[in-house]
């Protein structure tokens, strides 16, 4: 039994999520927690790694399949080498995507299947989230945040409309299949709000 609490948030491209992990951790660790924060793919070295293999642009070759592998290959690096080892020392571990993204990405929007990529995420499906919060934002809109953003774009940011809606459906889908563990959360307010809807959530996990 691992005494500390793993808390995840997934969303599509441009829902913030990054920010909000910022701030939930600032005001975690201001009250006396002990919080680490990190994010899939990377959080660790040989993670990292494998993440630029898989975002690189010039990767146009890599099968559906070989994506799949990779990113349980640098969960379960992560999952060994950080995660485990800081819910053992009792410390609330706030990860940026889990296995919910590899559902959603390449079971759903690559058609892998959810049953194939449980299969090839056997080892991670032993350790899942006390707590998963999705920010819900429509494609459309987060489209429009992703145009607009100046930073080099990465393999996956910049495939079409329709590969994110189904990302977004996707979300729908893994939701309902876990809604114990999945909450959502409505991305569409101030980036404020959404934080302060976020916090109440790991608020609640933590009581
Ligand atoms: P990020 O933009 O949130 O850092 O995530 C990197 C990209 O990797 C993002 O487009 C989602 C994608 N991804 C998957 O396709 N499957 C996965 O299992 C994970 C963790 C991320």
Excluded: W
């Amino acid at each position: 039994m691992l005494k500390g609490k793993f808390i995840t948030f997934e969303g599509g491209e441009c829902t913030g999520k990054t920010t909000i992990i910022n701030e939930i951790a600032k005001k975690l660790t201001s009250l006396g927690f002990d919080v680490i924060i990190t994010r899939e793919p990377g959080g660790i070295d040989i993670a990292e790694q494998i993440r630029e293999i898989i975002l690189n642009p010039k990767n146009t070759k890599m099968v559906p399949e070989t994506e799949a592998l990779l990113y349980a290959a640098s969960r379960m690096q992560h999952l060994k080498e950080k995660v485990i080892p800081a819910l053992e020392a009792g410390k609330i571990v706030l990860c940026d995507r889990y296995l919910d993204s590899s559902l959603v990405y390449q079971g759903y929007a690559r058609n892998l299947g959810v049953k194939s990529i449980l299969e090839i995420n056997h080892f991670a499906t032993m350790y899942m989230p006390d707590l998963t919060i999705f920010i819900d934002v429509k494609p459309e809109i987060a489209l429009g945040r992703l145009n607009s953003r100046k930073e080099k774009v990465d393999r996956l940011d910049s495939e079409g409309l329709l590969f994110h809606q189904k990302v977004y459906n996707g979300y729908l889908e893994v939701a309902k299949m876990y809604k114990n563990r999945i909450k959502s959360v409505d991305g569409n307010n101030s980036l404020e709000d959404v934080t302060l809807a976020c916090y109440k959530l790991v608020e609640e996990e933590l009581k």
